[in-house]
């Protein structure tokens, strides 16, 4: 079976508070963008992964603890994995957890396991937080620690996006780190992107960990500052970095960032 992972992006990043049990209680939207990996696996004689990449912890990524976690139950047969990485790691779009929901359904599909949405997302936030949502991969009102999603209609629709990434690796333990609760809460980003149009989101909609990473690492800020000054109607760095991007009226051009940069742009539909 051949699948195609996709990734994501915060529209805002709020964190409201450092729970009992460690994680942190967040608010954001989460939107799906059509930049892929490749994701193949077939029956063998014993389970083996490789990738085009090297991989941080590659006995511990997300595609083989989804399989491991739902062999537990339903006894799998072995299989050889094969991962095509594109999207960037390390870099807040969620590829690695978009690797392992892929993982989840594919399995799922392929060996008439019957396991519904609900069930696959439940297996997903043993993976990570993020990971539920790309079992529906749909734009999502995120709430809890990435958990608890609502339906959202964002208007982007026709938009241009350019990802621009400049090969910083962002650990999330290492952002959070730096990252500093705000005492005053920040608009309801879903107020803010439902009733007001998106030239005004620079002005109400943050990601909280911005701060702690633009001090560490200005070139990210500069990043956002340019896709200003080029022409996007709003930037953000996504998730907890190193990704910065930029949402554009018409397609935008590549020319000015440096070859050493990953930098795309997509459309949404």
């Given at each position: 079976m051949i699948l195609f992972p996709g990734c994501k992006l915060n529209i805002g990043l709020?964190?409201?508070?450092?729970?009992?049990?460690?994680?942190?209680?967040?608010?954001?939207?989460?939107?799906?963008?059509?930049?892929?990996?490749?994701?193949?696996?077939?029956?063998?004689?014993?389970t083996s992964f490789q990738c085009n990449l090297e991989l941080d912890n590659e006995k511990s990524n997300s595609i083989l603890l989804a399989y491991h976690l739902l062999n537990e139950v339903y006894d799998l047969p072995p299989i050889s994995i094969f991962l095509h990485k594109q999207i960037p790691m390390g870099a807040g779009l969620g590829g690695g957890s978009s690797n392992g929901a892929a993982m989840l359904v594919g399995l799922n599909k392929q060996f008439n396991l019957g396991l519904s949405v609900t069930e696959l997302e439940k297996y997903a936030l043993q993976i990570g937080a993020d990971c539920p949502f790309f079992i529906q991969n749909k734009p999502k009102l995120v709430h809890g620690i990435g958990e608890i999603f609502t339906d959202i209609s964002v208007p982007l629709s026709g938009k241009w996006i350019a990802l621009v990434?400049?090969?910083?690796?962002?650990?999330?333990?290492?952002?959070?780190?730096?990252?500093?609760?705000?005492?005053?809460?920040?608009?309801?980003?879903?107020?803010?992107?439902?009733n007001h149009p998106i030239t005004d989101w620079k002005n109400s909609i943050f990601n909280d960990f911005e701060e702690g990473v633009f001090s560490q690492f200005p070139e990210i800020e500069g990043i956002k500052n340019k896709l200003y000054e080029v022409g996007a109607e709003y930037a953000s760095m996504t998730g907890t970095g190193s990704t910065v991007f930029g949402i554009f009226d018409k397609e935008p051009s590549l020319s000015h960032w440096p070859h050493s940069y990953f930098v795309r742009t997509v459309k949404l539909r």
């Open positions: 709020s964190i409201l508070h450092k729970r009992e049990d460690g994680y942190h209680n967040l608010e954001s939207v989460f939107l799906p963008v059509p930049l892929f990996d490749s994701l193949e696996f077939i029956e063998s004689s014993e990434n400049p090969a910083i690796h962002i650990s999330t333990k290492q952002a959070f780190e730096n990252l500093t609760i705000k005492k005053t809460p920040n608009s309801p980003i879903a107020d803010v992107i439902e």
